[in-house]
């Protein structure tokens, strides 16, 4: 069986740091001998910088997706999710922050605020969130397409049930409101309806 289709560990030269790169050496020698219990077990029992647990967590799942592989396995989407969520990275390489959609509640909250103000972020602006949140270029960019298409797809279909319902109750509260004036009116004698 070959090592890995795409080798994860394999380009060094963007480490600055000897540490980080020894990490990455090892965690590679181990892919190479297929030991993924190993890598696993030597990325929940070491303690590694956070600038490179994006990466770290990459491997994580590699481990998983590599050693079915191993065994024959044919990985889809589905199997990939469903490893991801039943086997999350341990907290040497992750601060145990929610995933949403495989980004953290903070860079949705990031990526919502800009889209707010603006719904095309240029290609700088991309570049430099994408480097702020530890994301590639075309991740933002992706996330961005999807947000605007999902907006457009919200405004064809019109209000959600939910909103409907906010509104109905809405409407009800004024409509007891008219008759509890109206009923009022009656008792002193006019049929006078208040509105407003």
């Not at 030269?13 to 020698?29: A, G, P």
Request: a positive charge; glycine letters at 4%; hydrophobic letters at 30%.
């Amino acid at each position: 069986m070959p090592y890995m289709d795409c080798r994860v560990c394999s380009n060094y030269s963007h480490f600055s740091n000897r540490e980080d790169l020894y990490h990455f050496e090892v965690i590679d020698k181990l892919f190479r001998e297929n030991k993924f219990s190993q890598i696993r077990t030597y990325l929940s029992t070491n303690t590694f910088p956070c600038h490179i647990w994006n990466k770290l967590q990459k491997l994580w799942y590699e481990s998983f997706y590599q050693e079915l592989r191993s065994h024959g396995k044919e990985l889809k989407a589905v199997a990939k999710f469903r490893l991801r969520k039943k086997y999350p990275p341990p907290r040497t390489v992750w601060n145990g922050e929610k995933l949403s959609y495989n980004l953290p509640q903070k860079s949705r909250n990031f990526l919502e605020a800009f889209f707010r103000n603006n719904e095309f972020a240029s290609t700088d602006e991309k570049e430099e969130m994408a480097k702020a949140m530890g994301m590639t270029e075309s991740q933002v960019s992706n996330w961005f397409k999807n947000k605007r298409q999902r907006k457009r797809t919200n405004e064809r279909k019109g209000p959600s049930p939910n909103q409907n319902a906010g509104h109905n109750a809405r409407f009800e509260e004024e409509r007891e409101h008219v008759e509890h004036d109206v009923c009022q009116n009656d008792l002193d004698g006019s049929t006078i309806i208040k509105r407003g």
